[in-house]
C-alpha cells in the first residue's frame, strides 16, 4: 500500500527508529566523528580532557616516523598475502562442497567453526602449532626430511606463519558466501555449456566465475578492509609483541601502541586518519573496477 | 543421424521417470515426444542429451553405443525451456561459445556464428547482452548457439512455452523451416499437442514413462491406440461415453437416460465379443439435427464459445457434458434445446478394461 509520506508519518518513522539511531550514533558514529576531530590536537591534556591547540603537527609527525611506514608496509604485505589466496581457496572449497551432497552440512559446520572462535583461543592453539620443537608442523616438516622452522620467533618467517593463520580463519566466512552465490546460479547455464562442449575446468571459468562476480566482488571489499585492521592475531599470536622484531608491527598495532602505551592519542588518532583514507581509496578502487567487471543477472 | 533408444529406463529413487522405452528417429525428421506433466518426456530428452545417465537400456547414435559418452562429446545442439543464455556475454559471444570451446579458429567462427544469426534472423541484434532482448529474440538466439557447431542431432525442450501465443506459432514455423533446411535430425518436446501435431513429422505420446503411441500426428489423431491417446490429442477433446450391449442391442449410457444407438454392421460385428465399451466421438462428429435422423441427442445449451471460425457448444444431456463444434453462423443461445446426430463413421471405440481402441 503507497502512501504519500504527511510530516506526521514521518515523525513517527523517525521516533520508530530513534532508539537504534541513538545506539548507532553514540557508539558508531561519535567515536568516528571525535576520532577525526582527535587528529587535529596537537596539545592535549588527556587527563582533564582540555585541548590547548589544534594543527597538523600529528600528521607531520607521522609521516616522518619510520615506524609508521614500516608498519604501513608490513600491513599491506599482509594484506596482499591473505586477500589474494583466501579468496582463492575458499572459492575453490566452496566449488567442491556444492558438488557433494553427502555430509555437506557437516563439513559447512567444519570449515565455518574457526570464524565463530575467538581469535584469541585460535591463536593460542597456533601458537602451539608452530612451536619450534614441539609443534606439529615442525614434526611433519622432520618427518618429510626438512629442518625445522622457527615459525614464530624468526622474523623471517613470522609474516608467514601471520598470514597462514589469518587465511585459515577467514575461509569459514569467505566459503559460506560463496556456497550461497553458487547455489544461486542456475543450473541449466552448465548443462548448456556442457552440450557446448565445455570440460569442468572450462565451465568453472567460463560459467562459475563471471556469475559468481557480484559475490567475488563482495568478498573481495569485505577481506581487504578486514585485512586492513588486523591486530587480534599479531597481539594474541606474539605474545602482545608485534612479532620478532617488529616484523608483524601492522598499522593498527602502531595505533594501539600510540594511544595505549604512550599516551599519544593526536597521533593515534592521525593514523587512524590515513587508515581510513586508505582504505576508503582501495573500497572506490574496487568499486571502479567492479562497475567494469561485475556482472550481475 | 538416426537416433535409437533401446529399453531405456530411468529412475529417481522410487520413482520410474522413462521406463523401459524403445524407438527410433529416422535421421532428418522431426519427432515430438508429447504427453502431460510428468510423463517422462523432459527425462527421455535429458537422456538423449547426456546430461542424465540412464538405469537402464541404451542410446544409439548411428548404431553407435553413445550410453556412456559425456554430453560434450556427443555432439548435440539443445535448446531450453529458459533459452539458458549466458547472461554475461553478447548475442555474438554467446552464439560463439561452443566454436570457442571447440578451438574453431577466430576468423572461421566468427563467419559461421554470422551466418547462423542470419538464418534465425537475428544479424542485427548481435552486440547486445540477452538482458535486452524479448524472448522470441532469446529464443532464437538459442537456436542459433545449438545449432551453430552443426551438430548430429537438435534437442528443443519446450521451447516455446514462454511465449506469447502469437510468437509461439510463428516460432514454431521458424523453427520448422530451419530443420528441414538443414535436415537435422529433431527432438521436440512439448505438453501442447497442437504444437506437436503442426510441425512433426512423427509425435511419440508418452504416459507415466511409457510409450503409448509412435505414429505421424493424422495417425494418431484418426486411430489413437488407447483412450488416453484419444483423449489427449484434439482441441476440444473427445467426448467420451460408456456403451454397454443390453440383449445385443448396443446403448450408449448416459447418466441419467439410457439410449438405443444405431451403429453400422461392420462395428456390430467387431464389438460381438464386448459387452461394455467406451464411445469416443469427437466435437466435429457431432452436428446440429432437425429431428430426422435415426438417433439424435437431445440437450440443452450450458456455454457458447464464439472463436470466430467456428462456435464450439458445450450442452448438457442426460446428465453428462458434450462438447460439439458448430458452423459460426448459427443461431445457438444457452439454455436453447437442441438435437445432435452423431456421425458413427467417426466414433472411435474402446475396450472398457483397458483402453485399447477396438
Redesign the interface.
Known amino acids: 500500500m503507497e502512501q504519500k509520506a504527511t510530516l506526521l508519518s514521518t515523525i513517527r518513522g523517525y521516533l520508530y527508529i530513534l532508539p537504534a539511531l541513538i545506539i548507532l550514533m553514540v557508539f558508531h558514529v561519535y567515536p568516528i566523528l571525535k576520532s577525526l576531530d582527535m587528529s587535529f590536537y596537537t596539545s592535549f591534556n588527556f587527563i582533564h580532557n582540555v585541548v590547548y591547540a589544534r594543527g597538523l603537527d600529528n600528521f607531520y609527525y607521522i609521516f616522518n616516523d619510520s615506524e609508521f611506514w614500516l608498519a604501513l608496509r608490513n600491513t599491506f604485505i599482509f594484506v596482499f598475502g591473505v586477500v589474494p589466496i583466501s579468496i582463492s581457496i575458499s572459492l575453490v572449497i566452496a566449488v567442491m562442497l556444492n558438488s557433494i551432497s553427502a555430509f555437506s552440512k557437516l563439513f559447512r559446520s567444519i570449515y565455518f567453526t574457526p570464524f565463530v572462535t575467538s581469535t584469541v583461543a585460535i591463536a593460542m592453539v597456533w601458537r602451539w602449532i608452530y612451536h619450534s620443537r614441539y609443534g606439529v608442523l615442525n614434526n611433519i616438516l622432520t618427518y618429510v626430511g626438512f629442518s625445522p622452522v622457527a615459525w614464530v620467533t624468526d622474523p623471517d618467517w613470522a609474516m608467514v606463519s601471520l598470514i597462514i593463520l589469518s587465511i585459515w580463519q577467514s575461509l569459514g566466512y569467505n566459503i559460506i558466501i560463496f556456497l550461497a552465490g553458487l547455489q544461486n546460479i ?1 543450473k ?2 552448465y ?9 569442468s575446468l ?1 565451465r568453472f571459468f ?2 562459475t566465475i ?2 559468481l ?1 557480484p559475490t567475488i566482488f563482495f568478498v573481495s571489499i569485505m577481506s581487504v578492509i578486514s585485512a586492513f585492521k588486523v591486530f587480534e592475531e599479531v597481539y594474541a599470536l606474539f605474545d602482545k609483541r608485534p612479532g620478532p622484531l617488529y616484523s608483524c608491527y601492522t598499522i593498527v598495532y602502531y595505533i594501539y601502541d600510540k594511544f595505549a602505551n604512550k599516551y599519544q592519542y593526536g597521533i593515534a588518532s592521525a593514523a587512524v586518519f590515513v587508515l581510513l583514507i586508505i582504505i576508503m581509496s582501495l573500497t572506490l578502487l574496487q568499486l571502479y573496477i567492479g562497475k567494469r567487471k561485475v ?1 550481475y ?1 | 543421424m538416426e537416433v535409437r533408444l533401446k529399453d531405456l529406463t530411468m529412475r529417481f529413487d522410487e520413482v520410474t521417470a522413462v521406463d523401459q522405452l524403445s524407438i527410433t528417429i529416422e535421421a532428418g525428421k522431426l519427432v515430438t515426444f508429447l504427453g502431460p506433466s510428468g510423463c517422462g518426456k523432459s527425462t527421455t530428452l535429458f537422456l538423449v ?1 547426456g ?1 542424465y545417465k540412464p538405469s537402464g537400456g541404451q542410446i544409439f547414435f548411428n548404431e553407435k553405443d553413445v550410453t556412456a559418452v ?5 555432439d ?3 535448446v ?1 525451456q ?1 533459452y ?5 556475454l553478447t548475442v555474438l559471444n554467446n552464439i560463439l ?2 566454436l570457442k ?2 578451438r574453431v579458429p577466430k576468423k572461421e567462427a566468427l563467419l559461421r556464428a554470422q551466418e547462423m544469426a542470419k538464418l534465425v534472423g537475428i544479424e542485427d541484434l548481435l552486440k547486445r547482452k540477452p ?1 535486452q532482448l524479448s524472448g522470441g529474440q532469446q529464443q532464437r538466439v538459442a537456436i542459433a ?2 545449432l551453430v ?1 552443426k551438430p548430429v542431432i537438435l534437442l528443443l525442450d519446450e521451447p516455446l512455452s514462454n511465449l506469447d501465443a502469437r510468437l509461439r506459432i510463428e516460432t514454431r514455423e521458424e523453427i520448422r523451416r530451419i530443420q528441414q533446411e538443414i535436415g537435422i535430425t529433431t527432438i521436440f518436446v512439448t505438453h501442447d499437442q497442437e504444437e506437436a501435431m503442426s510441425i512433426s513429422d512423427r509425435i511419440l505420446l508418452m504416459k507415466d514413462g511409457q510409450s503409448q503411441q509412435y505414429s505421424t500426428p493424422q495417425d494418431i489423431y484418426d486411430y489413437p491406440k488407447n483412450l488416453f491417446a484419444s483423449r489427449f490429442l484434439g482441441s476440444p477433446p473427445i467426448n467420451v461415453f460408456h456403451g454397454i450391449k443390453d440383449d445385443g442391442i448396443i446403448k450408449m449410457h448416459l447418466s441419467e437416460d439410457e439410449v438405443r444407438t444405431v451403429v453400422p454392421k461392420h462395428i456390430e460385428e467387431s464389438l460381438a465379443d464386448y459387452s461394455r465399451f467406451y464411445l469416443g466421438v469427437r466435437p466435429e462428429a457431432l452436428s446440429l439435427s432437425n429431428g430426422n435422423d435415426e438417433f439424435h441427442l437431445k440437450g440443452k445449451v450450458t456455454l457458447v464459445e464464439r472463436i470466430g471460425r467456428e462456435t464450439l457448444l458445450k450442452i448438457k444431456t442426460g446428465g453428462e457434458s458434450v462438447r460439439c463444434i458448430i458452423p459460426s453462423g448459427t443461431d445457438v443461445d444457452v439454455e436453447d434445446s437442441i438435437l445432435l446426430k452423431i456421425n458413427f463413421h467417426k466414433v472411435l471405440f474402446f475396450d472398457f478394461e483397458s483402453g485399447e481402441r477396438i
Not at chain 1, 548443462?191 to 570440460?199: E, L, M, P, T
Request: hydrophobic share 35%.
Open positions: 542456475n541449466q547455464h548443462y548448456a555449456a556442457q552440450i557446448d562442449g565445455a570440460s572450462r567460463h560459467i563471471p556469475m562476480s556482472y543477472t | 542429451a546430461l559425456e554430453p560434450e562429446n556427443r548435440i545442439g539443445m531450453f529458459n539458458a543464455l549466458y547472461p554475461h561459445f561452443p570451446m571447440h538482458s548457439r545449438a557447431k
